[in-house]
């Protein structure tokens, strides 16, 4: 993930079950510009991270197909350029991130991106956190995403809400029976 | 707001003409800061250059880091500047739809 995917799920208080259930990987770039910088300004959320992403730091590997991709892409900064080195050398599923610079680099790649706010949807989704955790999740995200997308991730959590519920109804129905 | 590292900054001379109203409004800073006149024009510079980086940034013409590199600061410090003035940063509502298809196209 990316710095802007990083900052994110920490504010939202989510980084540690993401982190538990998906194997994610921070760049040492991105650790830099997020851990280190942010302790230096005093920043408490960076000491949080600092001990949520310990032994998942890995140090920038340079790789030719994400030296391909970047050559056409001056618009990013270190941290993102790490990430998608560690992308490639990882064979990584997708990279967490929102940044819109960057999410245009990655589509016009065919990379796959997940935004945070996708990211606990998906968690929900998948059972590695509880819906009421989520939309918990998406509310402290609130102030940090598009309000457009908020709008998407709450529609997309009521839907889960209602296909667990019906899940639940069908299974007690089939119990009686 | 914390500080934003700029004490530690690399700084190097560069030769610029300045319209006097400029160089008045400065001094006029320097004043009310308590600071000299350079450091007073350099406020003002990194005052337009915040709002420059944030229009970027929203625009997705730059990335968070990218954002912080030029402005020296960390990632956070961004956020909460775009915080301070309103803007809104991060994928819009078409790249969330587009993720989830492919999540979704991922997963058949």
């Not at chain 1, 560690?86 to 960057?102: G, H, K, Q, S, V």
């Amino acid at each position: 993930m990316d710095s802007d995917g990083l900052i994110k799920l920490a504010k939202s208080g989510i980084l540690a079950q993401v982190i538990r259930e998906w194997h994610c990987l921070v760049p040492q770039a991105v650790y830099e510009e997020t851990v280190e910088r942010g302790k230096q300004e005093a920043y408490p959320d960076a000491e949080e991270i600092e001990r949520l992403v310990q032994g998942h730091v890995k140090p920038l590997r340079e790789n030719e197909h994400a030296e391909a991709i970047l050559a056409q892409a001056r618009a990013l900064g270190r941290g993102e350029q790490e990430a998608l080195h560690l992308f490639f050398n990882e064979r990584a599923d997708a990279i967490i991130t929102d940044d819109r610079a960057f999410l245009a680099v990655l589509k016009r790649a065919g990379l796959p991106a997940l935004p945070p706010a996708l990211a606990l949807v998906e968690l929900a989704r998948s059972g590695g956190i509880q819906l009421a955790e989520a939309e918990s999740a998406l509310e402290m995200m609130k102030g940090l995403i598009r309000q457009e997308v908020y709008q998407l991730a709450r529609r997309d959590l009521e839907e889960l809400r209602k296909t667990k519920l019906k899940g639940a109804e069908m299974d007690e129905g089939e119990r009686q029976s | 707001m914390r500080a934003r590292g700029r004490a530690r900054a690399k700084t190097m001379p560069y030769p610029l003409r300045l319209p006097r109203g400029l160089l008045e409004l400065a001094d006029l800073r320097a004043a009310e800061e308590r600071v000299d006149r350079s450091t007073a024009l350099r406020q003002l510079l990194y005052a337009g250059a915040e709002e420059y980086v944030l229009k970027l940034l929203q625009r997705g013409r730059i990335s968070l880091s990218k954002a912080a590199e030029l402005l020296e600061c960390s990632s956070w410090a961004i956020y909460e500047l775009a915080q301070e003035r309103g803007v809104s940063l991060g994928g819009t509502a078409e790249e969330y739809k587009e993720a989830k298809e492919r999540l979704m196209s991922g997963k058949d």
